[in-house]
C-alpha cells in the first residue's frame, strides 16, 4: 500500500507537469497560428517559438530536479517529466487546433488538400485512384487535433530523450 508522502509527491509532479503543460501549450499554438501565416516575418517569429519552448522545457525540468527532487534526478524521470509536459501542452495545442479549423479559418484544410493534390499532380507519383477521397476524409479538424497530439507526444520523446542525458545527476555517496 501506498503511504500518503508518496501519493501527495505522485500528486505534486501531475500538477507540475500540467501547470508547465499549460505554458508550453500556449507556445505550442502559437507556433501553430504562426505557421498558418505566409509572412516571413511570421514565420521567424515561430522559430523563435519554439527554441523559447525548448529553453523553457529545460528550465521547468531543471526546476523540478532542484526543488521537488532535492538535485537529483535520473534519466528516466527527466525523460517521464518532459514527456509529460508535452503531452499536457499537446492537449492545449489541439484544442487551439480544433478551434482554429473549425470556427476561424474552415478554408485551411481545404486549401491544404488542394495543395497537396496539385503536387500529386505534377509528380510521376502513381497513387490509388481513391487517394483524394481518402485524404479528403484524413483532412477533418478533429484528425488534425487528434494527429497533432501523438506528433507533440512524439516530440516530447526526442526532447526528453535528449534533455535527459543532460540533466541526470546522480546523488554522491
Avoid: H
Wanted: aromatic fraction near 12%; charged fraction near 15%; hydrophobic fraction near 45%.
Amino acid at each position: 500500500m501506498e503511504n500518503s508522502e508518496q501519493t501527495n509527491q505522485r500528486q505534486n509532479v501531475i500538477k507540475s507537469m500540467m501547470t508547465s503543460g499549460l505554458i508550453v501549450g500556449i507556445l505550442l499554438a502559437l507556433t501553430f497560428i504562426c505557421s498558418t501565416q505566409s509572412s516571413t516575418y511570421i514565420k521567424i517569429i515561430m522559430y523563435a517559438i519554439e527554441v523559447a519552448t525548448l529553453v523553457l522545457v529545460w528550465f521547468y525540468a531543471k526546476k523540478y530536479r532542484d526543488t521537488e527532487l532535492g538535485g537529483y534526478i535520473s534519466w528516466g524521470q527527466a525523460f517521464g517529466y518532459i514527456v509529460g509536459i508535452y503531452f499536457f501542452g499537446a492537449l492545449i495545442g489541439a484544442i487551439t487546433r480544433l478551434v482554429y479549423l473549425q470556427w476561424i479559418d474552415t478554408a485551411y484544410l481545404e486549401n491544404m488538400f488542394e495543395q497537396v493534390m496539385t503536387i500529386v499532380e505534377d509528380s510521376s507519383t502513381n497513387l490509388p485512384d481513391d487517394f483524394a477521397d481518402l485524404l479528403q476524409k484524413l483532412l477533418t479538424p478533429i484528425n488534425i487535433a487528434l494527429y497533432s497530439i501523438m506528433g507533440e507526444c512524439m516530440g516530447g520523446v526526442f526532447v526528453g530523450a535528449i534533455m535527459g542525458i543532460f540533466l541526470r545527476k546522480k546523488e554522491t555517496i
